[in-house]
Structure formats: structure tokens, C-alpha cells
């Protein structure tokens, strides 16, 4: 097949959900009202967690990294998306590319790890809650998002540089939302076998040792939960926990199913479908399943409402 230069010069075309669907107008309108509905709740939950003391806990902190996260996350590739089917233009350069799958994968990769050490913080805050301010203390908090973006973009570098050095063949066209590795490999004009081995040993690697660290967390908080003698406590950290493992579920889920599961089991239609899960519907629906549940964020909503509302009529 023949080659083509894969230069700062050189592009590719990118054909995401809207271009394979049947009706591409609607899926548009209901992609933009899910871009808006995740900057205008994120934005909220980090105004909420940034202005109200009385959410300045290592819980909130690391709540509003989560948010930060998914408010980046989306931002990569849904508007990019809806102008690309709006003006008709679906390129994006090599570079342009390169710098997608690079945020794309240090985003994923720190919100896989923060999840983790938020499923710890719940843990010590339940099971041990007199050392909770030891265990879990500014620093503490802060090494715990340190090693989540540090790590995360090391490893993205290495995979982005790895993944574009490749020569690409003549037909550019990427059956997929965004610049990701498993749909990128396709275009190769090499063979990539024991990168795609390397690729899935690396996310099992980053992936199942968080998650493992969850379960058992969670394992530890059930039990404990289960001899609460007030049935308050055991209802308030029950909520809070099955929040957290919502969030979970559905970004586990997308993450295992892109970089865990074989080549042979995808399909462009079924990755497109779970790209737009994790990179567009995740990040809209976690700030409500966060919020709506717990009384101290949306007291601080209300708060925050209250004073903007005194203010405009003053």
C-alpha cells in the first residue's frame, strides 16, 4: 500500500459518530445540549468547592480535580466535533492529532488514579475516621493529584510519541471520534503487534491495579458500614460511596473496553459509541451524580445563588 508522508504538513480526516449516523443532526443537537450541561455543572462544582469554606476537605479537593478533569476532557474533543460537522470539515493536522491523543490519554489516565486514591479518602474517612486528618492531610491530598497528573502525562507522552512515529498509509481516514491509539494503529503501514501487546499489557497494568485498590476499599467500607449502630451514618455513607462507585462503573467500564479487550472484539461503530460514553456523557452526568445526592455541595449552591441574587438586586 502506498505510504503517505506523515509530516507537520500531513493530516488526517477524522469520521466520529456523526458522520456513520443516520441522523447525524439530531446526535449533533444532543451531543452540544450533553457539552453544555458538563461546562455548565463542572464549572459549578468548582465554584461551589473553590469559594465555600466549608467544603475546603481533602473529599472536595479531590472532587474538584475529578471535575477539572472532565471539564478538560470533554473539551478536547466535543467542540472540535460539533464545528467539524457544523462547517463540514472533519481534518485535523498531524499535529493537531498528536496533541489531542496526548491530553486525551493524560486525562483518562490521571482521572483512572484519582479515582483510586478518592475511593482511599473515602475509606480512611469511614473506617478510620479519628486519624482522617492525619491520613489525609494538604499535602497528603495534594501528592495524591501530583501523582495522578505526573504519571499520567508520562505515560501519554511515551504512548503519543511511540504511536505517531509510525508511517501511515495513503487512505487517512480515522473511523473514529477522536485521535486514540487503537483506531490510529489501524492506518500504520508497519507492523504494530507487539506495540498492541505492549498497548493492552500497559493498560491492564495501569488499569486493573487502581480499580483492584477501589474493590477492596469499597470491600472495607461495606463491612464497616454494616456494624454502624446509627442507621444516619450508615445511610449518609452509603450515598456517598454509591455515588463514587457510579463514577466508577461507567469510567472503568469505557476505559476496559478501548484498552483491555482484544482488537478483534472492536468494531468503528461499537469504539465511537463508548468514546462519546466516556468522553462527552461521563463527564455531563458526574457533577450531578456527585451533587444532587449530597447536601453539603448543593447547601453551597444555594449559598452561592443567594449571594448572586442580593447582588444583582442591590
Not at 473553590?50 to 478538560?72: F, I, K, N
Not at 469511614?126 to 494538604?138: F, G
Not at 508497519?190 to 491492564?204: I, K, P, W
Request: charged share 10%; hydrophobic share 50%; net charge neutral.
Amino acid at each position: 500500500m502506498e505510504h503517505w508522508n506523515s509530516t507537520l504538513g500531513s493530516g488526517f480526516i477524522l469520521m466520529g459518530i456523526l458522520n456513520d449516523s443516520g441522523s447525524p443532526e439530531l446526535i449533533c443537537a444532543t451531543i452540544t445540549v450533553l457539552y453544555m450541561l458538563a461546562l455548565t455543572s463542572n464549572c459549578l462544582l468548582l465554584l461551589a468547592i473553590t469559594t465555600d469554606a466549608r467544603l475546603h476537605v481533602p473529599m472536595y479537593l479531590l472532587l474538584g480535580q475529578l471535575s477539572l478533569m472532565d471539564l478538560l476532557f470533554t473539551s478536547v474533543v466535543t467542540p472540535k466535533a460539533i464545528m467539524d460537522f457544523l462547517l463540514s470539515e472533519n481534518t485535523i493536522s498531524f499535529v493537531g492529532c498528536a496533541l489531542q491523543m496526548f491530553l486525551a490519554l493524560t486525562l483518562g489516565g490521571s482521572e483512572d488514579l484519582l479515582l483510586a486514591f478518592m475511593a482511599y479518602d473515602r475509606y480512611v474517612a469511614i473506617c478510620h475516621p479519628l486519624n482522617y486528618m492525619v491520613l489525609m492531610r494538604p499535602r497528603v491530598c495534594w501528592l495524591m493529584v501530583a501523582t495522578s497528573w505526573i504519571l499520567a502525562s508520562l505515560s501519554a507522552i511515551v504512548y503519543t510519541v511511540y504511536t505517531m512515529h509510525y508511517p501511515f498509509c495513503k487512505a487517512h481516514e480515522i473511523s473514529h471520534l477522536l485521535c486514540e491509539i487503537p483506531p490510529l494503529l489501524k492506518l500504520a503501514c508497519a507492523d504494530t503487534s507487539r506495540y498492541e501487546l505492549m498497548v493492552y499489557v500497559m493498560g491492564v497494568t495501569f488499569l486493573i491495579p487502581p480499580l483492584v485498590a477501589i474493590l477492596a476499599s469499597y470491600t472495607l467500607i461495606l463491612l464497616t458500614v454494616l456494624h454502624m449502630p446509627s442507621n444516619e451514618g450508615r445511610q449518609k455513607a452509603l450515598v456517598t460511596c454509591s455515588s463514587h462507585l457510579t463514577v466508577v462503573g461507567m469510567f472503568y467500564g469505557a476505559a476496559t473496553f478501548m484498552y483491555v479487550l482484544p482488537s478483534s472484539l472492536h468494531s468503528p461503530k461499537q469504539d465511537n459509541i463508548i468514546s462519546v460514553f466516556y468522553t462527552i456523557v461521563t463527564p455531563a452526568l458526574n457533577p450531578l451524580i456527585y451533587s444532587l445526592r449530597n447536601k453539603e455541595v448543593m447547601g453551597a449552591l444555594r449559598r452561592i445563588l443567594g449571594k448572586y441574587m442580593l447582588w444583582t438586586h442591590s
